[in-house]
C-alpha cells in the first residue's frame, strides 16, 4: 500500500501527514495517512462525505462545533459541507475514504 507511486502531495493537506491514495472510477479516494511527530488539520470542508478509522494514536479535535477525541477503532462519518478540523498524535494511523477527490498524488 505503501508504494511510491501512491505518495500523496502533502502540500494541501494537514502538516505532519503521510498519505498513500487509492483512487476510484467515480473520483473518491481512500486514502492511508501516517503521522510519526505529529501535525494539525486546520479548519475545512469537503464537498463531498469523510469516513475515518483510527488505527493508532489519537486524533483530538472539533467536526461541526462538537469536541471529539478518537483513538485506535473509533471511526467517524463527516457528511459534505460540515466544517472539521484537529491535532494528530505521534504515531498517528488511520485510513479515510472521499465522496471526491482530496488529495493528488506526488510526481
Known sequence: MRHPQNAVDTGNVARGLVGYVFEGADGSQVVLW??????????????????AVVLSGTFTGTIG?????????DE???PAGVPHDGKYSADYRAIDAFGGPRVKRAR
Open 34 to 51: 501516517q503521522c510519526a511527530d505529529g501535525g494539525v488539520s486546520p479548519m475545512h470542508r469537503h464537498d463531498y462525505d469523510e469516513y
Open 65 to 73: 462545533g462538537k469536541k471529539v477525541r478518537m483513538k485506535a477503532g
Open 76 to 78: 467517524c462519518f463527516i
